[in-house]
């Protein structure tokens, strides 16, 4: 078992920042690639950005150019730092993290962007 938690989530306004954090526990050594997610009322779970454990990231085109992720193995843990934030930002990010056998969820931050 893989256990996620997340911090970082807030109200900022249109053009501020924010920086998500997501810490894994129990078996993190099994853990593979990381990455958020977010939910948006009535929309379906959307990737935002994943990073392989050498450090490869990839993005989603929404967010390229504002969004930076990162991680720290020794510390099992993956970062999101989120630039020029827009007000269709706003959702639920979720954490998530791949081992050989199955994915894990965090149980998601709340971002708010405001106009």
């Known amino acids: 078992q893989v256990q996620l938690v997340e911090s970082g989530g807030g109200l900022v306004q249109a053009g501020g920042s924010l920086r998500l954090s997501c810490a894994a526990s129990g078996n993190s050594g099994r853990v593979n690639a990381m990455g958020w997610y977010r939910q948006a009322p009535g929309k379906q779970r959307e990737l935002v950005a994943t990073?392989?454990?050498?450090?490869?990231?990839n993005y989603a085109d929404s967010v390229k150019g504002r969004f930076t992720i990162s991680r720290d193995n020794t510390k099992n843990t993956v970062y999101l730092q989120m630039n020029s934030l827009k007000p269709e930002d706003t959702a639920v990010y979720y954490c998530n993290a791949m081992t050989s056998l199955r994915g894990y969820w965090g149980q998601g931050t709340q971002v708010t962007v405001s106009s």
């Open positions: 990073i392989t454990t050498g450090g490869r990231p």
